[in-house]
């Protein structure tokens, strides 16, 4: 957290700056060179800010083309995997070979150097793929944050808010109402809306018996709107996480799976990553320098993993005004 912080912090400063000269990438876009070059770098990872934005947009690729089967996306993911994981391998090997020298303790220096229980290296292939499975779910927040630009676009209170704290603060990174923010976004979001498992004992659940190899499905998006642990469920309401210090509490609240703890119940490792990444990018939405466009904020749910259509446009706030709307 306190390594990947400042360069979420630095990456969305640079996408604010693009924004205000001119520039005309989506929300999602953005989150995606965003999350993609911080995390590469907080990963230990090589490459120039171009090289590190096109490789992070093959691994967006490849969780967008996941769920439609065969459809050219899916293809697409599939061929994206097949490059990125012969990259990953390569960049193990290169640690491996004295080639390349990553800091310990990031991602790329565990990977290469993991033992497994016989005390051998991991293939480079499969360290590889474990490298990725730190920085690709990082990515794929970008998704939250197609929806944080369409309940900003939505909300301008709250932006207004958002931006006053941030400005106050001086940080992109951490602000409580951007938090808030960006919390109501994970609970409200259809990007994951359920988990499937098999269930590896027997096992009775709220009165349910599920044997051995059962079929278990966590409701994600159902539990996250149940109207019987959420005052006014459907509302979209960031002030019902404002002064919530421990998020794990709310036994309701499982956007990213549940359970009391990282290592014994079933939490994404990476959900305080997501936290402080979305929120960071809800500062940099809010800021009055920039507009979100209303067009194409509608949003697919027969599609899976979903998002508003157009990614959430964002222009400079006096280029939002004068440009032509059909642009
Ligand atoms: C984009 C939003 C994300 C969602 C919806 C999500 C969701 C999940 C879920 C449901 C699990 C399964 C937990 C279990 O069954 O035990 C999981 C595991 C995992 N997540 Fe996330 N996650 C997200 C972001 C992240 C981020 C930002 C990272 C790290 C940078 C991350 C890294 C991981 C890893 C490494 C695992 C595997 C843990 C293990 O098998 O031990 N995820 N995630």
């Avoid at 391998?89 to 310990?104: N, S």
């Avoid at 019987?228 to 509490?249: K, Q």
């Avoid at 609240?253 to 402080?276: D, N, S, Y």
Wanted: aromatic letters at 8%.
């Amino acid at each position: 957290m306190a390594r990947l912080a400042p360069l979420i912090e630095e990456q969305w400063r640079t996408e604010l700056a693009d924004w205000i000269a001119g520039g005309d990438r989506s929300a999602y876009d953005a989150a995606v060179g965003v999350f993609g070059r911080a995390g590469m770098r907080w990963a230990g990872l090589p490459g120039t800010a171009a090289a590190q934005t096109r490789w992070a947009a093959r691994l967006a690729q490849i969780v967008d083309g996941f769920g439609a089967p065969y459809s050219p996306e899916f293809v697409m993911s599939a061929l994206n995997r097949a490059w990125s994981d012969r990259h990953a391998q390569k960049l193990v090997e290169a640690t491996r070979a004295g080639r390349l020298d990553p800091a310990e303790g990031t991602a790329l220096h565990a990977w290469a150097w993991h033992r497994d229980e016989q005390d051998v290296l991991l293939p480079a292939r499969l360290a590889g793929i474990e490298l990725q499975n730190c920085i690709r779910p990082l990515i794929a927040v970008a998704r939250f944050v197609a929806f944080a630009a369409k309940e900003l676009h939505d909300r301008p209170e709250w932006r207004a808010r958002i931006a006053a704290e941030t400005a106050e603060r001086g940080s992109l990174v951490s602000g409580p109402l951007a938090t808030a923010f960006a919390q109501e976004v994970r609970r409200t979001a259809p990007f994951v809306p359920v988990l499937p498992a098999w269930a590896l004992e027997g096992i009775e659940l709220d009165g349910e018996r599920v044997p051995a190899g059962g079929r278990v499905v966590l409701d994600v998006l159902g539990t996250n709107l149940d109207d019987g642990s959420w005052e006014r469920a459907e509302l979209f309401d960031p002030e019902r996480f404002v002064g919530i210090d421990d998020y794990e509490e709310l036994a309701a609240f499982v956007p990213q799976g549940g359970g009391a703890t990282v290592a014994g119940g079933h939490r994404c490792p990476g959900e305080k990553l997501a936290i402080v990444g979305l929120a960071a990018a809800v500062a940099t939405l809010s800021d009055e320098r920039v507009a979100v466009l209303g067009r194409g904020l509608e949003v697919n749910r027969r599609r899976l993993p979903t998002k508003p259509a157009s990614g959430g446009r964002v222009r400079g706030a006096g280029a939002a005004a004068d440009r032509c709307p059909m642009h």
